[in-house]
């Protein structure tokens, strides 16, 4: 009985220790197709832009294979959580976000505000300042980066303009938004005109 009792201990253990969960959030363009299955990505250029949602319950590496648009590239998704797979042509950028509750107020910038917020834009697009402990994320074209322990995080993909994400129960939401290099690009370019139009007042 002893005997059983450790035997089924140990298969209880093994299981758990070979289950996992990863989940993948890619980010497509035009009509770029992504195959579970097969673990592929095969990137077409194309106009629009996309996101496909796949998961593998398995605690082993995966291997992702990005095809198409130049080299081919093969993305390792090494443990269990949730990530992000740029299979876009175009850099994308991206951090955790406050989404607990929509502003009611307007917040007036000052002059500090606006070269701080420039500045902090274009360090991004630079690539400084990131890091899994800042929560912010560099993610070059067919690469990947994990981005929390929790699957079921909340993310907001390239062009969407979603601002606020309700509450469950008390718990805040754990939210991360991603851009397009070139939507932040566009909104450095905004705020340093916000930056000459007050000067020249």
Do not use: W
């Amino acid at each position: 009985m002893k005997k059983c009792m450790i035997t089924c201990t140990s298969l209880l253990l093994l299981a758990a220790c070979s289950s996992g969960n990863k989940k993948i959030i890619v980010y497509i363009k035009g009509s770029s197709t992504v195959n579970e299955e097969a673990k592929t990505i095969t990137v077409v250029d194309g106009s629009g832009s996309d996101e496909k949602t796949i998961s593998y319950k398995t605690a082993d590496k995966v291997q992702l294979q990005v095809k198409g648009l130049g080299d081919d590239a093969s993305v390792p998704i090494d443990n269990n959580g949730l990530y992000i797979l740029n299979a876009k042509n175009d850099t994308i950028i991206g951090s955790y976000q406050n989404y607990d509750s929509p502003k009611t107020t307007t917040t007036v910038k000052t002059q500090e505000d606006l070269k701080h917020g420039i500045d902090s834009l274009v360090q991004l697009t630079e690539g400084k300042n990131i890091s899994a402990a800042n929560r912010n994320f560099y993610l070059l074209p067919k690469t990947a980066v994990k981005i929390s322990d929790n699957v079921d995080a909340f993310v907001v993909g390239p062009f969407h303009k979603m601002t606020s994400v309700a509450k469950e129960g008390d718990k805040a939401p754990e939210v991360y938004r991603f851009y397009s290099i070139k939507e932040i690009r566009e909104t450095i370019a905004k705020l340093t005109a916000l930056t000459k139009s007050t000067k020249a007042k």
